[in-house]
């Protein structure tokens, strides 16, 4: 008897068990189950608090991590947003570069190893942040670089088979006037001929300076219409009659690929043949460089086609 009272009650007490476990599981599905969106969500309002209270990464900022299609992309979902919400474009801030800099926010500033937030996210997300400080000093930034940039800076020459190659050089070390970091991507000219290769300017704008620079040799700085400054620098020589104050227009020829610089004026031959471009902002940190690479990478698709020259 005394055997069987006790299978009795380990039975009993093996079902609490198993009637306490599923209660326990029961209780434990809304997390259990909580979608992939909604971790998102939860993700990204963690970082967005630890940006307000941190402030902007302005080194992860700067390399402005973009994938070729990224631009394309935002202007995309946008135009699909506002098919399906007409009212979004009332003013409420809702564009391509907002759709940008929620998604570069939410992934950490890397748009070229992550893709841009969905949808249902973006909506949630700009009602928590779209009026915050950190977000619209980030969406003035990202319009300034890359709100008026239309042609890659240097046209194929019909017939050419050397053309110009480039790759990510932001940040390396230059030993010429004291140890500095690398502000810009060098693009170079595969036969190095010095005032070959037309420079066009990648936006439309005014020129705010032109001239010699030790370093720079012959360049030019370009302000565009949205803030960004666009540094074109050792030029073998300008387009004719160019001057500081001019308004230039996207694609216009300001000069030629040369090799000036690192000496006093004239200096010619310290390097081989390339073009320097340096992009650079105002922020409240003061004016900041920012990598070019990417930006060229999504103007390749956007290169008129000069005529051999004689």
Known sequence: MGRAWHTIRHRIKGHSYFYSFRIIILLMLPVIFITGFEMELLSTQLFLRKLESNGINYDAFRELKLAEDTLQQAQKRIEELQEEHPRLDQGDGIDDNAYL????????????????????L???????????????????????????IEYFPIPRIEGDTEDVSYIDTWSNLRSYGGSRRHEGCDIMAKNNIRGYYPVISITEGVIEKMGWLEQGGYRIGIRSPSGGYFYYAH??????????????????LLGFMGDSGYGSEG??????????????????????SVNPYYVLKILE??????QSLP
Not at 239 to 250: F, K, P, R, Y
């Open 101 to 120: 800099t929620f998604s570069m926010l939410a992934a950490s500033f890397d748009l070229y190893d992550n893709k841009l937030v969905n949808e249902e």
């Open 122 to 148: 973006f909506l949630k997300g700009m009602k928590r942040i779209g009026a915050t400080q950190g977000y619209r000093r980030l969406y003035r930034y990202y319009n300034a670089i890359l709100g008026d």
């Open 235 to 252: 030029l073998n020589s300008y387009s004719a009659e160019l001057q500081i104050g001019d308004t230039v227009i996207a694609g216009q």
């Open 267 to 288: 200096t010619v031959g310290q390097f081989d043949v390339h073009l320097h471009l340096g992009i650079y902002i105002e922020t409240s940190a003061g004016e900041l």
């Open 301 to 306: 698709k956007n290169r008129p086609t000069y």
